[in-house]
């Protein structure tokens, strides 16, 4: 194992398509052309995330919330993932924020990958069953449009890791 | 019929949850409860329109629209609506919005009601099937994040009105 592999500590990627795409996706202008709409008055970016949401009585279901900056380096010693649904986070702010998510290895999280968001409004989509850490804004309260799954059914599922992780940005590590 | 209801000019009113309540849904925080998550460093405001899919293949997806303004008045000449699914609009900037929709009567559209948004990020829900007029923020480009329907099926119904209509800000008629 490589020295970096053996620590608890993490430290984040710039959020791209690319890198996130075995969690999710990113929810962002920059991926796709737009189509015109509205007589030329404006132009749509289509269709940027599936939200797949399964089991009885599953609907989408829109939300806000109101989350509180953590401190940084981020002390990681939860993740969850929810089994029915993916999880929509759109910012109201232009700010960064902070994205933890883990491979799946035999129903138990992975090593986390983090990541931060690279443009403005920057939002992303969990896929369903994919694990990951609370919502993370830093340095401000930072508002957020949520889309997730409503229906009947047991829909989290949490791991608690035996030691915490540490999360640094990009060049605080 | 009164003088104003004979006229072809609408002035907008204040979004409010009760006003509104016959097109779809106002999304706000203003209007419910949060419950805590994640440990009390977030507040959730649940739950807050019926993101209605029907028909084959049905599914809820998301977009990012970037809106021209319009100049005001605004002149109506067309609305739409859309049979097999609700339409959200959550703008990505502080700016108030104009929302232009129609009661339905015998298939076709009654008089237009116009409202304004009053609270910064306040979005919208129309209901299915509900007639509407185009996104129209003024001032300024505003950026929305969307959620509609994807799905087979045809989505889209049109009408064009004999004789435009003039929509007013409050205080501008």
């Known amino acids: 194992m490589s020295p970096v592999s053996e620590t608890r500590s993490v430290t984040a990627e710039p959020l791209t398509d690319a890198a996130f795409a075995q ?3 990113v929810i962002d202008t920059a991926s796709v052309a737009p189509r015109p709409m509205n007589d030329g008055m404006a132009r749509r970016f289509h269709d940027l995330a599936a939200i797949e949401v399964v089991g ?8 806000r ?3 509180e900056p953590y401190p940084l ?8 993932r929810h089994p ?3 999880q ?9 924020f902070l994205i933890v998510v883990c491979p799946d290895e035999g129903g138990r999280p992975g090593r986390p990958r983090a990541f931060v968001t690279t443009r403005p409004f920057q939002g992303i989509c969990y896929a369903r069953n ?5 919502l993370t804004p830093f340095g401000a309260r930072q508002d957020f449009v949520v889309i997730d799954r409503g229906g009947a059914g047991a829909n989290l599922e949490e791991h608690r890791f035996a030691q915490p992780w540490t999360v640094h940005l990009p060049g605080t590590a």
Chains 1, 2 share one sequence.
């Not at 009885?56 to 939300?63: Q, V, Y």
């Not at 994919?130 to 609370?134: A, D, I, L, N, P």
């Open 65 to 67: 919330v109101e989350a």
């Open 130 to 134: 994919t694990w990951h850490g609370v």
């Open 73 to 80: 380096p981020l002390r990681l010693s939860l993740v969850e």
């Open 56 to 63: 009885e009585g599953a609907r989408a279901m829109i939300g």
């Open 88 to 96: 929509v986070f759109v910012p109201l702010s232009a700010a960064p």
């Open 84 to 86: 029915l649904g993916a």
């Open 23 to 25: 969690f999710g996706s």
